[in-house]
């Protein structure tokens, strides 16, 4: 069976890792391209921490350095959450690598172009590089099958402020963009990930105690978030959303609820508590086209299988 193209942007952090190895370790599907975008970390760590990935797991696809920062803003990281390095502060010998390119936004087309109506895009970080792509090469919203964007949050409260998410608000002119750019998309949000793309620390534990070296790692990769959490006063659970973001792309299956609505993502000027806010117009306020796609609820059951499916567990 020839296998389905898809293609990667991501701001590799901790949970993006494990979404990448999910894609790579997939027999349905071949990654063919991967763009990086400041966001997690650094561009320059992101870039290095894609390449480790790739040769970790003897994987042939071109990893092209994309956008260092958000459209109109200065980048905030996310590094108190993934590691100086974007990998947990490990160990990891993260530098000496080289990318295929410096223009991760030629790529992004030109592959579009070369699977014409075939290619899968999944967003793992600021919207920055797609927001750019379709900026200057407009037409890969024709071209593009279908685009899957974690991001935003609508029912539960946002991992920046209370109603923002992320990627959402590290880049909120990228998503506003993107958002009423004419993609075929599917939005999955920080809330979902917090009823349905967790691990337990016993599910943790058995990752832990298991024989793959790489899902061992993987779950050190998390201690720094899990310090966070409970230095915080916050429920200790493993939330994971770029991996449930592409468990989605790979297991429609797994969704229980999605509609299509009209979106919109408050930009805010200033630093406001809503910059990057989601709106998802559920009931159907104000009688305009819908335009995304949005993940209600999905099923962890599956989302768990997905994981440990990846470590062949």
């Not at 992004?108 to 075939?118: D, F, P, T």
């Not at 990930?193 to 790489?214: K, Q, R, V």
């Not at 050190?220 to 770029?242: F, G, H, R, T, Y």
């Amino acid at each position: 069976m020839e296998k389905i193209p898809i293609y990667i942007d991501t701001d590799v952090g901790t949970d993006d890792a494990i979404a990448i190895l999910m894609a790579f370790n997939h027999p349905k599907y071949q990654v063919v391209g991967i763009s990086c975008v400041g966001g997690n970390v650094p561009i320059e760590k992101v870039t290095q921490n894609a390449l480790y990935l790739k040769e970790l797991m003897h994987y042939d696809t071109e990893v092209h350095v994309g956008a260092s920062g958000p459209l109109k803003r200065t980048l905030d990281t996310a590094d108190f959450i993934h590691g100086k390095d974007g990998l947990g502060d490990i160990g990891i010998k993260l530098s000496g690598r080289t990318p295929d390119s410096f223009d991760a936004i030629y790529d992004l087309s030109k592959k579009s172009e070369i699977y014409n109506g075939q290619l899968i895009l999944v967003t793992l970080g600021p919207l920055t590089n797609l927001a750019l792509c379709l900026q200057k090469y407009p037409e890969i919203e024709k071209r593009l099958k279908h685009t899957y964007i974690m991001g935003g949050t609508y029912q539960m409260p946002g991992n920046v402020t209370a109603v923002s998410e992320f990627n959402f608000w590290a880049d909120p002119e990228a998503a506003h963009f993107c958002i009423h750019s004419g993609l075929s998309k599917t939005i999955i949000g920080w809330d979902i990930t917090l009823s349905s793309g967790h691990l337990t620390l016993d599910e943790l534990d058995e990752l832990s105690a298991s024989n793959s070296n790489i899902a061992r790692d993987i779950v050190q990769m998390q201690a720094i978030k899990l310090k966070w959490l409970k230095e915080n006063n916050q429920e200790i659970v493993c939330n994971l959303a770029d991996p449930l973001a592409m468990s989605i792309m790979m297991r429609p299956d797994m969704v229980v609820d999605s509609d299509e609505f009209y979106c919109d993502v408050i930009i805010a000027e200033d630093e406001a508590d809503i910059r990057g806010m989601l709106i998802v117009d559920i009931n159907h306020l104000k009688q305009k086209k819908p335009n995304a796609t949005v993940i209600l609820s999905a099923k962890r059951s599956i989302f768990k299988e997905c994981i440990f499916s990846t470590f062949n567990l």
